[in-house]
């Protein structure tokens, strides 16, 4: 009997250090595998994206570390796209990524188009939990205070950040976010829609570190517990069984 419950003790030991390390479905969420060799907008403006596994049409980009206050983000309407921060007039405590490397800025209010994924695999009516990170800034050179957000859709299903508040020349710093969506069909699609005001002194809705992962059912947690529960049981009994001897 004790044998069949250290067993079972291991397996759901082992089902747990799986379900703690969840596989991220989301291809290249942090935004480091691409073409560009520099920040730069990636759209179809551009002949095609080149970062892999996102799509967009907007007017999005890709930030090297250390360029976002410096050399900015090459456009379509030329170089040289930077944001308010340390070093450049504004005290605002501007950082880049907090997980490091590349991230995303997007415009929330200029040729808005959604950065998308298409992710396969997955469970219909399974809970998946969207996981990033993201701040708000504005673009160097205008004047005045904005707001930004993202919207996150999965499949059929739209989750929206707070709206950050930013103030003039402002930065809000990076926050990590979790959504938990259901999987309607086995493919859907992933989309972060940046959402800012207002026109014409441009907000900028920062992301980084994107991941999709499988919620553990409450049934399943559950079980695991009844089964410690159990092995600590047999335990105690064993022990008390050993005393008495």
């Known amino acids: 009997m004790i044998k069949k419950l250290l067993t079972i003790a291991a397996i759901a030991a082992a089902f747990s250090g799986t379900s703690a390390q969840a596989v991220n479905l989301v291809v290249n969420g942090d935004f480091e595998t691409t073409t560009l060799s520099g920040s730069s907008q990636f759209s179809d403006y551009f002949n095609g994206n080149q970062v892999a596994g996102w799509t967009t049409s907007g007017y999005n980009f890709i930030f090297f570390p250390g360029t976002a206050l410096t050399t900015g983000a090459n456009t379509q309407y030329g170089p040289g796209l930077t944001f308010w921060g340390p070093g450049n007039g504004s005290a605002n405590g501007y950082v880049d990524s907090p997980t490091g490397g ?16 298409t992710i396969s695999g997955l469970m219909i009516g399974q809970k ?6 993201w701040a708000a800034a504005q673009q160097y050179g205008f004047n005045g205070a904005t707001t930004e957000a993202w919207g996150v859709t999965f499949g059929g299903q739209t989750i929206s950040t707070a709206i950050a508040n930013n103030a003039d020349h402002g ?9 938990v969506f259901t999987a309607t069909n086995s493919t859907q699609v992933l989309s972060f829609l940046a959402a800012g005001t207002p026109a014409g002194v441009p907000p900028f809705s920062l992301l980084d570190g994107v991941t999709l992962t499988a919620v553990p059912e409450a049934s399943t947690w559950m079980m695991l517990i009844a089964g410690f529960g159990m092995v600590g049981y047999a335990s105690r009994r064993r022990n008390r069984t050993d005393v008495l001897a």
Request: overall charge negative; hydrophobic content about 40%.
């Open 102 to 117: 590349n991230y995303v800025g997007a415009d929330g209010a200029y040729i808005t188009a959604s950065i998308d994924q």
């Open 128 to 133: 998946y939990a969207v996981g990033f990170d």
């Open 171 to 179: 930065f809000v710093p990076w926050k990590h976010e979790k959504f």
